[in-house]
């Protein structure tokens, strides 16, 4: 692992426990800005940084492609009224150029970008030198090496606060969401990149807006560190994405109604949770003492195999360790997916190891 990943506190740079980040898809018009941000005003729905899409990538051509460098002019009414940091969606070299000369504070790097390194790099080396705070969503494609790969390249040119956004995953058979979520990778982000700021996308994730309020409790649940929702003042006429967008109303009732959790400080658990740890620290010395002695078996099984001759993979067993350890599984209230992926991971290990048996010479013969 590098070291960069361990090292230090990542995030934005904004003492908050929970981002909010909040505004419409699309910027579309002065009065629209001006409306979104009364609304909010009024909505007591004011969030941390403000988002607008300057640059829309639409997916076909011919739709609203972003209203483009007139929009960032319009920003000014963001800070008139609100006076917070605003963020805008960078796809090449030309938006940065036009996005810096503006002043936008933050910007984020969008789905279809994050899939193609040499966009990536180029809006990177556009950005070599410059201090300003970096947000990368998730590919379109759920492929967790492409999206820190997009997070190194940004920090490979000296920018120093970075956060990464979660929208989902394209996925051509799920019905329920617009981007399936993968809660997996996000998290496995964390744990990879320890600091990371990682902050949730339900609109992009759900697709409408009756599902947003599910989608963001769930990702305050696994631990991540913020929201970004989409927010317009007329969600039904908006010029892109009318069906997931929020009033600046509803965003409030969203973000009243979810149960905030926060992470435990570490120093103090309660003696409860230090007992429960204490109870899983000593089971799982025993599940390393339990494996390592099966796998010492199964190498003894490797050797008797080398000696008649044996394959490694035998299928008929294979089926009936799986089907009777998943069955017992169950049982004992594990989920039959969770037994399937132990099994097969234990098992692919076990092959590995009497392969690697079969490999070995036999000690009796002697070589002349
Ligand atoms: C957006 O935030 O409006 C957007 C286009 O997002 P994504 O890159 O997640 O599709
Ligand atoms: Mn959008």
Request: aromatic content about 6%; charged content about 30%; proline content about 5%.
């Amino acid at each position: 692992m590098k070291d960069h990943l361990q090292t230090k506190d990542w995030g934005l740079g904004l003492e908050k426990e929970h981002l909010i980040i909040a505004g419409p898809c699309s910027a579309e018009t002065p009065e629209q800005v001006e409306k979104v941000c009364q609304d909010m005003l009024a909505a007591n729905a004011v969030p941390d940084i403000f988002r607008a899409g300057i640059w829309k990538p639409r997916t076909r051509p011919g739709s609203f492609e972003g209203i483009g460098e007139d929009g960032l002019k319009w920003m000014e009414i963001v800070r008139h009224h609100l006076n917070i940091p605003i963020t805008t969606e960078v796809g090449n070299t030309a938006h940065v150029e036009m996005a810096l000369k503006h002043g936008v504070d933050v910007l984020w790097i969008g789905a279809r970008t994050t899939v193609n390194p040499f966009a990536v790099q180029e809006i990177a080396e556009a950005l070599r030198g410059v201090d300003i705070p970096v947000m990368v969503k998730n590919p379109m494609n759920p492929d967790l090496e492409l999206w820190i790969g997009a997070l190194e390249r940004m920090h490979a040119v000296g920018i120093e606060k970075l956060a990464a956004i979660h929208r989902g995953f394209s996925d051509a058979y799920d019905k329920k969401f617009r981007n399936k979520p993968n809660w997996s990778m996000p998290i496995h982000l964390k744990r990879i990149w320890k600091g990371m700021q990682v902050i949730n996308d339900p609109s992009h994730i759900v697709g409408n807006r009756a599902g947003i309020l599910e989608t963001a409790q769930r990702a305050i649940n696994f631990g991540l560190d913020g929201l970004m929702i989409e927010t317009h003042h007329d969600p039904d006429n908006a010029w892109s994405d009318a069906k997931q967008q929020v009033t600046p109303k509803q965003l409030k009732d969203i973000l009243d109604s979810i149960d905030f959790k926060h992470p435990l400080q570490t120093e103090h658990p309660s003696e409860k949770l230090q007992d429960l740890r204490n109870a899983v620290d000593h089971l799982d010395d025993q599940l390393l003492d339990l494996l390592s002695e099966r796998f010492s078996i199964i190498d003894q099984i490797g050797a008797h195999k080398r000696e008649h001759n044996l394959t490694v993979f035998q299928a008929d067993r294979w089926k009936q360790v799986m089907d009777s350890r998943t069955q017992k599984g169950i049982a004992k209230n594990l989920s039959e997916k969770f037994m399937k992926e132990l099994l097969y991971c234990i098992h692919e290990e076990s092959v590995k190891r009497q392969e690697k048996k079969l490999r070995e010479e036999v000690p009796t013969k002697k070589t002349i």
